[in-house]
């Protein structure tokens, strides 16, 4: 059974992919899991990732937010004209993104608006999904404040990483740093992926350091690039 909220937390990880280099690994995933049906969908998407990729790395995902009550229409649209075809493809897409892709946790969190920055710049709804399905109380918040909230998170995040790498440093092996490679980097595991591409994003003050898809986008970058080394990837902001 196809729910509102399987649908929004569809909509909100492509919407979010948009603003990325992720795109292409996220287009792929929709293509083969929904097949022909979405295959109109996706040419929207792409033009609209054609269009948000030419803007300033700061607005892109303001500007992908703002789409998102977009793509939950024509999501919406795909289930009343092809339901049997998109069903279990739209299952697969709300686990893959919950799992691999998102940010969330359990608890997908979309962020709606009135016109189409609104989503992203001003005063929305945020719909809290829980793993069930069922829709919960709609809850008028600042996204202003969510954001502020999200870096003192990723700030102390951070710290406690960086606290751990020097009681523990020589047990896991080398640090991974700006001059390591993008060899060394796909070498290692995820969560010192993870930590060392937002140590660096941060250090090198890049606008990787607030994107939700860093690992995927230096991934993509690196994976023909082994011997570049991260400071060529992860680059200051202009």
């Not at 603003?19 to 293509?31: E, G, K, L, Q």
């Not at 010192?192 to 860093?214: C, H, L, W």
């Amino acid at each position: 059974m196809i729910t509102e909220a399987l649908i929004t937390g569809v909509a909100t990880g492509m919407a979010e992919a948009l603003a990325t280099h992720s795109w292409v690994t996220i287009r792929n995933r929709v293509h083969r899991e929904m097949g022909p049906a979405g295959q109109q969908l996706l040419e929207e998407m792409d033009r609209h990732h054609e269009a948000i990729m030419a803007l300033d790395s700061r607005e892109r995902r303001s500007a992908a937010l703002g789409l998102l009550p977009e793509v939950q229409d024509q999501l919406q649209s795909l289930v009343r004209d092809h339901e049997d075809a998109v069903t279990q493809g739209l299952t697969n897409l709300g686990t893959y993104f919950n799992s691999s892709h998102s940010p969330r946790s359990a608890m997908t969190q979309t962020i709606q608006g009135s016109g189409n920055l609104a989503a992203a710049t001003g005063q929305g709804n945020i719909n809290q999904a829980t793993k069930g399905g069922h829709i919960g109380d709609n809850k008028k918040v600042s996204f202003g404040g969510l954001v502020a909230i999200a870096a003192v998170i990723i700030v102390v995040l951070i710290f406690v990483g960086k606290m751990a790498s020097s009681v523990l440093g020589g047990i896991s092996g080398p640090s991974i740093t700006a001059d390591s490679t993008c060899g060394d980097w796909l070498r290692a595991d995820q969560s010192t992926q993870y930590q060392s591409a937002m140590n660096i994003a941060v250090e090198r003050n890049s606008p990787e350091k607030g994107d939700p898809f860093i690992v995927q986008n230096i991934q993509y970058d690196c994976q023909n690039n082994t011997d570049t080394k991260l400071r060529d990837i992860i680059k200051p902001a202009q």
